[in-house]
């Protein structure tokens, strides 16, 4: 791999992003952030701004509202980018999907990359997921 | 000094220094992340993870938000530089102070060249950190020359007594402001590296891909410039001043663990008092015991 | 050559008076500009002179006009019921009929007029801003009134005031009869009180009148200083100012008057606690406070203090004016940080850097006088193209407010590029301003409380002028600003100066060898500034026996940085439309790529507001003026005090 993709794969920055999740998955994402599980090691940073931001975590069934959220700040993460929806609410909105307010799952808006089903997930899973997500990010 | 030197052996110093730099300030960033993470009780990153996010961020894809932005991330990364190199030429450190003021001004124009909130506290913030901390270092460019008779960087080779004897208490209220430059708590006010998330990335909000990498890249320069500053309290033999300099570093790590963020307010607060009280101290107990030049 | 740059500007000044017609007092007044331009350059080419005009008895003609003068500011303190213009009035006339009448002095002393290199400095300094500033004016004038719908034009008589103050300000810096210098003094004070009254509002007036009274506490003391130098020293030779300066008299005597006419200085160039003058006089028109209030009638304050250096140096009066000096450089330094009116902020400026130079007149080595020097020009230079931006920025959004000027880049790009250079050229390297303050702190050891508050004050300086700067640049995700049109009136003016910051800065290594090392020498004997190599500055130390450098300064290769670093990304990096991302709004914005609104409670749309900070609890003028006013009158007290005792 050459240089850009080594880097691209060695220092994904996050942002993680709510839309309406019960915040069971929220949890589990900060707590890969934990010296527990301590995903600094693999260049992880959680950087709460898009612009800055590599990989989108995105937890929680889409709604109106957040629709548009979801669609602004996808925008502004700059190229090359990898969306991994996580939870089971992310990928297909679970248990909401016939809600008046749920519109469906996150790729409902927007492109998803990885999916990592569970209720909440497992932060091993998380992890499982991201790796997954740079691999895709590295062949980009 | 300008004439000593042969003009070759000065170019080579500002080309090994603009190469050499970076690498050592990107080191210095990957260790303060690897200490960092063991004190918290993790492995935390490799000790080269500041290149690899320089090269990833370089990758991205350029977007901005005003065109005004460009000019001043390199005013700042150029003006850095220079006075880096104003360091290595050993000349007039009033004038380095002057220039890295400049460096500072430019970050804190780029945080305010898009009507961002985020960056607009961000820059009002840098503002208020160099307001903190730009009244000491004049103040020790001024103890030098009180102590010897210039403001040339090359005199205080030439001298015999280390600067640290003389100029304990400057020295102090410099590690003050290594606090307040390297962006550590409890001074983190403005923009830091964590994803602390008061006011997002403040002054870096609205900068992405390749003019963030220029950032880094102008931190990087930063933390040789401040080191290399703090080593000159002790530049005979320098390696003493470079080990007290590390040795500053580390303490800095250690606090940034330990203390909490603190308001701007405060900062100042303290700054202008007990930074001013320890620099105004010592230029007084010098002026007093030596008389003028 | 002299009689035409004092009597020109006077002859000019009334034939404008008389014109009405718009385009034919533009032509007099370009015309005016021209010659007074010319004639002072040809004066600095042909080099210092002296001269004392015979044939009219002009010295009964001065005290007859000085009389005029008094007596119309009585007429001016009893119509508008201000009892402190008519009580420094009298405080005036009643010692000046003394002098003339009961001590029958003679005012008859040669040579009249001594023209130094410093003089040469000044006089460029008048005739070149001065001149491009009243070329501002015609124009600016013009839409002023437009805009105020008013329907008689008073234009003729704001050009003649403007006009005829040129005339008196080349008129002080000539003179060497102390009363002659008296005259012209009393002369821009007059101009003074009737340009800031000329809108004629009853805020104007008042604050005309305030200024009145406090330069007239100034010419009371002048006053004074001539009665007890005459009385003390025997005759009118004591009134020579070559001959005050010269050492010719008794030092412990002479200082007494000195310390007076240093006060004098004082409020002419609006120091605490004297600034409430020129705050007030910002509400006069644009161009008046870009020739009187920054760059030429204050300096005439700062440049008698200079003039009188050599006869206070080494005294503890020397020392007292340094800190005074360095005092209102800190305190006003501190009270711009909390304004929010442009003019405001320049005005506390001017007079911070009045101090600046002030101090540096106080700490008298060669190398402080050498940083007066040119601080005093560089000051000039930028502070006037500021003010002259001011007022192009009021007359475009039709506001002098800071908060208003906000993404004035997008609307206004040209004029947000000058001003944007203007204000990085009053306190960054390598611009001629930071120069000169680099080597006035280089300087400043030899008074380390100046020292201090130098320190303090340039830390403040950095804050004010990147918040305004900031302000100005916060722009939407936009592309495409248009370019403003500006009328020749006023981009001539701004381009010169602008030209001109750039050409004096990159040139001020053979400028200074060349011309001003002459006139640092007028004030002190000796050089410590030396250009080496590619226009390197070198300081060196004061004792002659080792040349011990104090530091450096490369010019050209820091102007050339400069360039690459700002310049070159902002020509060379374009943005694409596709490039362009919304600010950060947490997602949460509606609209396009440039909006600024964002969906709060309920999706309401609601527009983002920024504000600047002020810090108006602890830095504003309610908070800082009464004890920064304290200090300065203790200080004041002090420093008369040191002329008083005879201690040296």
Redesign the interface.
Known sequence: MGLMQTSRVKSPWILHFDNSSCNGCDIEVLACLTPLYDVERFGMVNMGNPKHADILLITGPVNRRTARVLKNLYNQVPDPKVVVAVGTCASTAGVFHNCYNVLGGVDKIIPVDVYVPGCSVRPEAIIDGVVMALQKLASL | MWGDRHMLEQFILVIATLVGAPLAGGLLFGIDRKITARLQGRYGPPVIQPFYDFFKLLGKEHIAVSRLQFIWIYGYLVFMVVSLIFLVLKSDILLLVFLLGFAGVSLVLGGFSTKSPYAHFGANRELLQIMAYEPVLLLFAIGIYAQNGSFLISEIFKQDKPLLFSLWPLFLAVLYVLTIKMRKSPFDIATSHHGHQEIVKGVTTEYSGPYFALFHLAEWYEIVLLLGIISLFWANPLWVGILIALVAFLLELLVDNIAARMTARWMVRLSWSIGLLLGVINIAYIYLTKGVS | MMAIAILLPVAAGLLILAIRNYYARNVVVVATSIALIVNSVLLSINGPFTYTPDGVNWGLFITILDYAILLFYLYIGFTLRNWLVVIFAFTQLIPLAYFEFIMKAHLELSPAFVVDHLSLVMTLIISIIGSLICIFALRYMYDHEHHAHLTKSRQSRFLFWLVLFLGAMNGLVFANNLFWLYFFWEVTTLCCYQLISHDRTQEAINNAARALWMNATGGTAFIFAIIYLYATQGGSSALSVQTLIGGGMQASVVLLPVALLCYTGFTKAAQMPFQSWLLGAMVAPTPVSALLHSSTMVKAGVYLVLRLAPAFAGTYLSIAIAVTGAFTFFATSALAVSQTTGKRVLAYSTIANLGLIIACAGINTPLSVAAAILLIIFHAISKGLLFLCAGTIEHQIWSREIEDM??L?AKAPLTTLITAVGILSMF??PFGM?LGK?IA??A???V?LA??FF??A???T??FW??W???L?????K?GWPMEKLSLSYSAPLWTLLVGIFAVGIGVGPIYQNFLLDATHNVVSGNQIFV??WN?LVLT?ASFIQR???????IWP?YL?LV???L???LL???KPT????????????GGTDT?EW?AEA?QKTK?L?G??YFQSSLGEKKVNPWANTIAIVLLVIMIGCGVIVIC
């Open positions: 906000e993404g880049a960054l390297p930071l680099w702190l280089e400043a050891y030899m380390p020292a201090i320190v303090l340039s830390t403040l950095i804050v990147t918040k700067l900031g302000r640049l916060q722009v939407l995700p592309l080496i190599g390197n130390s011990d450098i104090l530091g450096i300064f490369p820091l940085i690459v670093a700002l070159l990304p902002l990096i374009g943005l490039e362009l991302r919304p600010v950060y709004l947490c997602g949460e914005q509606v600024d969906s999706d983002f920024l600047g900070y």
